[in-house]
């Protein structure tokens, strides 16, 4: 191939290529060399001879040219031999136009040496889901080809290849034979594929670390923020930044080495900045100031805090110092643009930094201003830093920092927040402001919320040795309801029964008595309180008048789940009597409430079933505050049994409640008359070992899961979930008698 002399003319037999190719010639000389402008021309005509329409050379036109000026030389080639011999000729030719557009996210996303292993990977896509089915010769497009594609923007710029290729393999690994759900999974449209992205992108995820920092801001500062992950994409497009209000830290769901930064010691950094921010500011008026007072004032105030800190752990000096950006003194023209933010970014260096090269009159004496301050003074305040900074920006303003075009490159020190709680706005405060927004609301319409979106949980893969993240959907619901009076009914029925249990609850109930000092009023006088209160009294000083001593029955600390399977074979009659399993279990769930609720534990009742993995019913029947009364009755009156048996997830959402509980001894008491199962899961096993991972996870929590089988098979898989854990109840007519036997047997 040779350069050309003289302007090339283009053949081709398309009017409208011939069209499109004028309107963008100009612009894609500009920025290729001869070479890849000879690339350029031979792909166009190459790709309107192989008889497949103008539309793939109108892509090829509109996109190459950026993408050789990205890739260099060679590339244009490159993308041609491939596309043509990799997708114009197989199933996937209808979708050539769509890879080439898609080229557009690619060189936003990828750098100058990465097209081959970029194309490596759409090649291994392409091979892997391009299918055929046995018996019939045809071979079927890529279903999720296209998904892929519009995706592939995110794809590039949240995963590196790796991550990209384990995603990949993941979606190929459970719906390889499903295109619907192939194409959903590529599409990042469902919960699984989103947890699995979210998995493998690169670098080093908050969701990993998060409990290693809660206990490290606990242990160091004794705070219990709540931490809130943000998407690290929405920060970089929309200049968002990490703040923390209300309790709640905000702060970016992943971070990567920065600075020779680890990405933990990134998030100590954040943390501990913002946790110092909380300590020593105090929020004064900003409606008088302008933006640029108000940015100087941030600087000297995040130095003020962090040296504040400083005194209690020295060792977060270095971080945040390795973490301050390096700007050089004349990086900034600041005859051509603002150089607001490139002063502000030196200063934050010189405060930080006692080692930093800057030599400008101005960085030198406000540094010292600002250490002699600290230095000389017992307490500084927010005031100070706010003085400092309008001081500073009145020396040195300059007529450029009004211009439109602001310098702003690596100005930023990524572990510092956007500074709200240093600044209070009256304005905001308008009472007539808030008059209408009352107003406003008083107008509006109630809106009603029909149902809890679902709660994702995870599923063991037993075959593969690992979770499937967020693989089923748990619907939430509040039980329907019926007449209370026939759990009244069931009552009565076991009207011997009852006086039984509660002989034996009498001698459940907690017997000791705990003694409460310092009561003004009580059982008896507290006579070393007393004495002291005397002697307060005759030296002048004011007594403590809490001198009296009382009594109280210790209380049971134990807090139960009693979890019920909602399966369809509870309709199934028991056999010699005319009942089914599902009447004998409202008997027994009724009797046992009525005991717990004389021994006043912490108890809640749920019910579960299934219907696929995409929709697992969680109903609540009582919750933990609730008492037994006639609300509770009426929805255990209208237990309906129907579906599957998806234990493993109902298990890990009980626990979620469980474990909020505040108790030394938390129970779950699993009542089931079958092995799990689902529709959707044709091996038996998988549902089993999931079901034995959730318990396990359970127990890890210090909770006490234990199950009650009605399956007189129970012995062929039980103890493969529960271990030694579990009852089985062969005379299923015998429940009501058992079960809150049972309870009192594992709570005494």
């Known amino acids: 191939m040779t350069k050309s002399l003289q302007p090339r003319q283009l053949h081709c037999a398309f009017d409208s290529v011939h069209t499109e190719f004028n309107k963008q010639i100009e612009t894609a000389r500009q920025r290729l060399s001869p070479t890849l402008l000879d690339e350029y021309y031979d ?150 594929s989103r947890a699995v992205f979210q ?81 020593y500011t105090k929020a004064v008026i900003a409606d008088n100031l302008s933006p640029h007072q108000r940015l100087f004032a941030e600087v000297f105030e995040d130095a003020r805090v962090e040296c504040l800190s400083a005194k209690r752990y020295p060792g977060l000096v ?25 002063r502000a ?31 000389g003074k017992e307490s500084t305040s927010t005031e100070d830093s706010l003085a400092l900074g309008i001081s500073f920006l009145a020396k040195t303003k300059k007529a450029s920092d009004s211009l439109a075009d602001l310098y702003f490159d690596n100005t930023e020190a990524s572990y510092r927040d956007d500074n709200r709680m240093m600044w209070r706005f009256i304005e905001r405060e308008d009472e007539g402001e808030k008059l209408f927004i009352a107003e406003l609301y008083n107008d509006m319409e109630p809106v009603t919320v029909e149902a809890i979106p679902p709660r994702y949980y995870d599923e063991w893969d037993c075959f593969h040795k690992s979770y499937k993240p967020d693989w089923v959907s748990v619907y939430e619901r509040l039980h329907s309801h019926s007449d209370p009076s026939k759990i009244d009914g069931l009552l009565e029925r076991h009207a011997n029964l009852v006086k039984q249990l509660k002989r034996v609850l009498d001698l459940l109930k907690p017997q000791n008595k ?53 399966s369809e074979s509870l309709n199934d009659i028991v056999p010699g009597t005319n009942r089914s399993i599902l009447e004998l279990l409202q008997e027994a769930v009724s009797l046992l409430s009525w005991a717990v609720e004389q021994l006043g534990d912490n108890f809640a009742i749920a019910g579960f079933n299934s219907d696929t993995r995409e929709r697992v019913m969680y109903y609540h029947i009582k919750g933990y505050s609730e008492h037994w009364d006639d609300t509770v009755k009426s929805r255990l009156a209208d237990l309906k049994a129907e579906y599957s048996t998806r234990m493993g997830a109902a298990i890990r959402h009980g626990a979620h409640y469980l474990d909020l509980q505040q108790s030394d001894k938390k129970l779950m008491l699993i009542l089931t008359d079958g092995e799990p199962s689902d529709i959707d899961v044709p091996n038996s096993k998988v549902l089993i070992k999931d079901t034995r991972k959730a318990v396990q996870e359970c127990q890890q929590k210090g909770m006490y899961p234990y199950c009650i089988s009605l399956d007189n098979k129970a012995d062929g898989y039980i103890s493969d979930i529960f271990g030694s854990h579990y009852s089985v109840i062969d005379r299923i007519e015998s429940l009501p008698k058992e079960l809150p036997k049972l309870f009192m047997s594992l709570t005494k």
């Open 43 to 192: 792909g166009v005509e190459f790709f309107a001879k192989i008889g497949q329409g103008p539309s793939i050379s109108i892509a090829f036109i509109s996109m190459m040219y950026w993408v050789g000026e990205h890739f260099g030389e060679g590339s244009i080639n490159k993308i041609t031999n491939f596309s043509y011999q990799t997708i114009s000729r197989s199933p996937n030719k209808d979708l050539l136009v769509d890879f080439l557009l898609s080229f557009m996210e690619v060189i936003n996303h990828t750098g100058p040496n990465e097209l081959d292993e970029y194309l490596a990977f759409i090649d291994y896509h392409l091979a892997k889901t391009t299918y055929s089915v046995h018996g019939i010769h045809v071979t079927h497009s890529s279903p999720s080809f296209k998904a892929l594609l519009s995706k592939i923007g995110m794809i590039l710029g949240r995963l590196d290849y790796k991550g990209a290729y384990a995603w990949v393999d993941y979606g190929l690994r459970y719906f390889k034979r499903q295109p619907d759900q192939q194409e959903a999974f590529f599409s990042l449209s469902t919960s699984d």
């Open 199 to 279: 998995r493998q992108r690169k670098g080093l995820l908050f969701i990993d670390v998060e409990r290693q920092l809660y206990l490290l801001q606990k242990s160091l500062w004794g705070k219990e923020y709540v931490y809130a992950p943000y998407s690290s994409d929405f920060e970089r497009l929309q200049f968002f930044r990490p703040y923390i209000e209300d309790g709640t830290i905000r702060l970016p769901d992943v971070y990567s080495e920065l600075n020779g930064v680890p990405p933990l010691r990134r998030y100590l950094a954040l943390i501990a900045h913002l946790i110092a921010h909380k300590q």
């Open 318 to 342: 270095d971080i945040w110092r390795n973490l301050m950006p390096e700007l050089g003194e004349f990086d900034c023209d600041e005859t051509k643009q603002s150089g607001v933010k490139h």
């Open 345 to 375: 970014a030196i200063l934050s260096r010189a405060l930080i930094d006692d080692n930093h090269s800057y030599k400008n009159t101005d960085i030198l004496d406000y540094a010292a201003r600002f250490k002699a301050l600290m230095t």
């Open 514 to 566: 705990k003694r409460l000092r310092y009561q003004e009023e009580g059982a008896e006088l507290d006579l070393d309180i007393a004495l002291r209160s005397v002697i307060d009294f005759k030296n002048g000083s004011q007594p403590d008048t809490r001198i009296n001593t009382d009594f109280e029955h210790d209380s049971r600390s134990v807090s139960v789940l009693l979890l019920l399977d909602l």
